[in-house]
């Protein structure tokens, strides 16, 4: 009997978990190379662990405890965690309807290459992301498939959003935080809402990582260093709660008080990971 039996579920915050071999179908080969170099220095293990996972998802007593075991498992340990057939598997045992999925690692990533000088490596990263993502999803209409949208290039984002909705994908993620060189609510970003807003596709926040909002000197406070809630690649701590929401709340603004939403009626946005319905409804207001 699936997990939830009696009522329709959405699930809206969906993660795959990418192995260093994520991009070895879509990526070039300094994408292919920089990614697997990035998980040398991951805080969750090392590279050998890594690629081990996919053997020890296949075991047959691994398989065998898959629905006794499906809400213990968490991050590369869960079921369809970086396989998408073992993803439909999960649905069917979870009993939700729809998957919004998201990337993870290349979302820590694509955030950080935003605000370099790369501008040809970030599209090129987040071209092989956005075709790797809509690949795992496209078996099964359930699972939808989340797509970045870097918007440091103001032509390239426009580009960018093409190709993914071409492709078929379901949402554009866009980074929270405000590009180096103009606002996230720059006009000639209008080719992508626009975009988004005939395909009637809606555009999407992350909540991100809380240290480029907190000041850096937080950390010193004489004690000892708290560690991660969840062996990510981000050092997510209770402080991390009181400071996600400023990045999101910060593009709302500029997107509402710009204008974006008053040239776009029909456009629809969404923070996932965040409930923010009373600061949207104010701003509006």
Avoid at 33 to 49: C, H, T
Avoid at 116 to 124: A, I, K, Q, T, V
Avoid at 187 to 209: I, R, T, Y
């Amino acid at each position: 009997m699936p997990y939830i039996n009696d009522r329709i579920v959405h699930d809206a915050d969906s993660h795959t978990m990418e192995l260093p071999d994520w991009y070895d179908e879509f990526g070039t080969e300094r994408v292919k190379e920089v990614f697997k170099k990035r998980f040398a220095k991951s805080q969750v293990g090392a590279i050998e662990s890594f690629e081990a996972l996919p053997a020890l998802h296949k075991k047959k007593e691994y398989r065998e405890l898959n629905e006794k075991e499906l809400m213990l498992r968490k991050n590369y340990q869960a079921l369809g965690a970086f396989d998408s057939k073992d993803r439909s598997e999960a649905v069917d045992l979870l009993g939700v309807a729809t998957q919004l999925i998201f990337p993870t690692s290349p979302n820590v990533w694509l955030e950080d290459l935003e605000h370099r000088d790369d501008m040809e490596f970030l599209y090129e990263t987040a071209s092989a992301t956005n075709k790797s993502q809509i690949a795992f999803c496209n078996q099964d209409p359930r699972l939808l498939s989340v797509a970045y949208i870097p918007l440091a290039d103001l032509k390239e984002a426009e580009n960018a959003a093409k190709e993914a909705l071409d492709l078929g994908a379901k949402a554009l993620l866009i980074p929270w935080a405000c590009p180096k060189n103009h606002s996230t609510s720059h006009v000639e970003l209008d080719k992508v809402w626009a975009q988004a807003q005939e395909a009637g596709v809606p555009v999407l926040f992350h909540v991100g990582v809380a240290d480029k909002v907190l000041p850096k000197a937080h950390k010193n406070n004489g004690l000892p260093a708290v560690a991660d809630f969840h062996g990510g690649e981000e050092n997510f701590r209770s402080i991390s709660y009181m400071a996600i929401s400023n990045g999101p709340m910060q593009a709302l603004s500029l997107l509402i008080l710009d204008g974006v939403l008053d040239r776009f009626p029909s456009l629809m946005f969404g923070v996932i990971e965040l409930v923010q319905y009373g600061y949207l409804v104010l701003c509006v207001n």
